[in-house]
């Protein structure tokens, strides 16, 4: 019987056995193979050509399997004469990249953790869809009787300010930053943060209102990350200031009400912190165009006239909605209202919301509100903002630079003016 003798010392098997070439090529890729004979091959110009040539095909095989390597590849060449910074951004494993992984995996925590907090508070609660004139649909929870009166049936038959919303809807759109004050529980904040794809900024001094704010927001979440509430007042100045009225009601106020006045039983007052908002603008570099709902429940006579610098500085990008509350405060001196009389000269036009009873308002008002009428701009002509002008007592006006197109309101008066008022 024939016996094999010991195998030659060979190439893969190890020094004392040589294999076939089969099974070499077996056990080796092709590639493999190839960068193993190039490496004894003569002639380190042919190996060169070879090899640039087995990585451009190398290269090719990757941009099927894997494009975004190529690319990073190619961003990597042409980095190459550029500084680290160039280079650090489009390189594997880069701290750039690492910085965006993690926030990334923050936004998704955040996520998850706000999605599971909302499904608690809709198995806990009851919360209603209110659906708007133009059919914006946005979820709310009440807290108390009157917030569901409000927020689930004067909403949806567009009895509660209904001008208001056609106010927003005509001067608000696509790119215009919205800050309000004071927000309450959320429903004018929310309706602006619909139209717009920018951010949102309010402030809500009154904690109770305050946490169903945050309630309502969480509960919109398309809404959420664009909307920032703050538990904080506008005042003239950043100082600590003493709010009067009844937690979570809807009139809280930083100036003490009108002498004689009758007050619930559970009227009282606290501290909160308020900034200035030039400041706060400034802070958040906040851009126009810009609008300004100013709810502030007679604050306005002291804070409206520290915006001229502001005013200045925005137009003519700024529109102020502001309510005036001198039924509940008193009537404003009258260095109060030619201070307020200053502000409103720096606008092109000037317009108020008038308020008519509509026979479907009969329900708000028995309930003790008021709804805003037939929605009409009147626009104020220039003589009534002159020598003659009188402050209302109780109404809200529209200051800007724009010329409404009527499309939500029917604008009465209306005068083309070149111009500031005055």
Known sequence: MRQNGPAAPGLCSGAHALPSIQSCIGMLSWVQL????????????????????????????????????????????????????????????????????????QRQQRRLAMWTLRDQIMRNGTSCLARFFDNTILRFRPETEFQSLLLCRWLRRDNWE?????????????????????????????????LTNRDVWCFEPDPVAFAALQTNVLLNFKLYTRTHAFRQCVAATAQQSVMYGVPGDSTAALVPPAAGGAHPDNYTSWTVECVALPAFIKQHNIRVPMFIKMDCEGCERSVLPTWLRLIQDLQPGLTIFVSIHQHLTGAFTPQEV????????????VYTVHSREREHNREVARAGATGDGEELLHELHKQVVGPGFELCTKCD??????????????????????????
């Open 34 to 105: 190839l960068v193993f004979l190039l490496h004894w091959a003569p002639g380190y110009g042919v190996t060169r050509m070879v090899l640039t040539s087995s990585r451009k095909s190398s290269q090719n095989v990757r941009t099927i399997i894997h494009p975004h390597q190529a690319h990073q590849a190619a961003r990597l060449q042409r980095c190459a004469r550029d500084d680290e910074a160039c280079r650090a951004r489009y390189a594997p494993n880069s701290t750039l990249q690492q910085q965006l992984e993690e926030k990334r995996q």
């Open 162 to 194: 209904p001008a208001t919303f056609r106010v927003f809807k005509e001067f608000i759109g696509q790119g215009t930053t919205y800050i309000g004050f004071g927000a309450w529980v959320g429903p004018m904040v929310l309706y602006a943060s619909s």
């Open 338 to 349: 030619a201070a307020i009389q200053a502000v409103f000269a720096r606008f092109t036009n």
């Open 397 to 422: 006006y529209v200051l800007t630079d724009m010329h409404p197109k009527g499309k939500y309101l029917s604008v009465v008066n209306a005068t083309q003016r070149q111009g500031p008022l005055a």
